[in-house]
């Protein structure tokens, strides 16, 4: 696996390094997988952007609503729900 150099102060890189010891994993796997959650963090700020956008219009967020709605009927399709 290629690798590169990235520089950063001293206090981050010791927060990465305790981070990295108390997660059992190496550096480079909890570098990763804080790239991972900030880019689930901001996908899901994009999303509920969108939707308060969506939400100042009434008719595009009834519009939204009822298609929810019909895709809710879908969810089980037949199926007998289990307890």
Same mark, same amino acid.
């Given at each position: 696996m290629a690798s590169v150099t990235l520089r950063s102060d001293p206090i981050t890189s010791q927060r990465l390094r305790n981070?990295?010891? $108390?997660?059992g994993v190496?550096?480079?796997?909890?570098?990763?997988?804080?790239?991972?959650?900030?880019?689930?963090? $901001?996908?899901?700020?994009? +999303? @509920?952007a969108g939707y308060a956008e +969506?939400?100042? @219009?009434?008719?595009?967020?009834?519009?939204? +609503?009822?298609?929810?709605?019909?895709w809710d009927r879908t969810l089980m399709d037949g199926l007998e729900a289990e307890e």
């Open positions: 981070l990295a010891a $108390q997660a190496s550096m480079r796997e909890m570098l990763a997988r804080i790239v991972e959650a900030y880019e689930a963090e $901001q996908y899901i700020a994009e +999303l @509920n +969506l939400r100042k @219009n009434p008719e595009a967020w009834a519009e939204e +609503l009822a298609e929810e709605a019909l």
